[in-house]
């Protein structure tokens, strides 16, 4: 059983469009993320929820919208993509208590925008 | 000054040495710490954490905490040419990780 999983794996499109990147754990987790890695494998945070709710929004285009249907997952809509949008996409979860503040990650969302 | 800096490498050693990392971190709030490791293409997997000063083993690794000196490390013994990927520090200000932009390791057989 895959414990964070995201879809699709990749994403070609073009300039304009408009794309949604889906996400779901299973492991029971309260807290969900976002996080981009650019071109340098820098990875950076975006968004987190906890049970719904955001708690982090980092200093993102408002193009990046997340939603948290429910505690389990949590989707990036991403309006008018542009060439810099163009990165790895990796989703998150974590637990409660010191050895649950470790992320597990999903496998991530290779975005190509041409 | 970045939040985290972490040596970007290639950091190179030979087959059975010890490989150290190193990562040093502006936010005296950090708790705890965090040391993943990132294969060419796949998602981050977590390795060990520490939140106390000192060290911590498990098995070939050994984290090292130094809040003080706003040090944290990552030794790995007897390296084999499977632990060669790219390894990243996070400290944990305020509930959320930081990733530095890490060290690639090799290592060569």
């Known amino acids: 059983d895959t414990a964070v999983s995201q879809t699709p794996k990749y994403l070609v499109t073009q300039m304009g469009n408009d794309k949604s990147i889906k996400c779901e754990q299973n492991l029971g987790h309260d807290t969900m993320y976002w996080y981009k890695q650019d071109s340098k494998k820098f990875l950076k945070i975006m968004f987190s929820?906890?049970?719904?709710?955001?708690?982090i929004n980092e200093t993102v285009p408002n193009r990046f919208s997340p939603k948290s249907p429910d505690k389990a997952h949590l989707n990036l809509h991403i309006n008018s993509l542009e060439l810099g949008d163009s990165a790895v996409y990796f989703c998150?979860?974590?637990?409660?208590?010191?050895?649950?503040?470790?992320?597990?990650f999903g496998s991530g969302t290779r975005l190509t925008v041409v | 000054q970045k939040e985290v800096e972490q040596n970007s490498g290639p950091l190179s050693v030979p087959e059975g040495a010890i490989a150290s990392l190193n990562c040093t971190y502006s936010d005296r709030g950090s708790q705890s710490f965090f040391w993943y490791r990132q294969y060419s293409g796949k998602s981050p997997e977590l390795i060990m954490f520490i939140y106390s000063n000192g060290d911590k083993e498990d098995g070939r690794f050994t984290a090292q905490l130094n809040k003080a000196s706003q040090y944290v490390s990552l030794l790995i013994r007897d390296s084999q040419p499977s632990d060669s990927a790219t390894y990243l520090c996070?400290?944990?200000?305020?509930?959320?990780?930081?990733f530095g932009q890490g060290t690639e390791l090799s290592v060569k057989p």
């Open positions: 929820y906890n049970n719904k709710e955001l708690i």
């Open positions: 996070a400290p944990n200000p305020g509930g959320k990780l930081i």
């Open positions: 998150a979860s974590s637990g409660q208590g010191p050895a649950n503040y470790g992320y597990t």
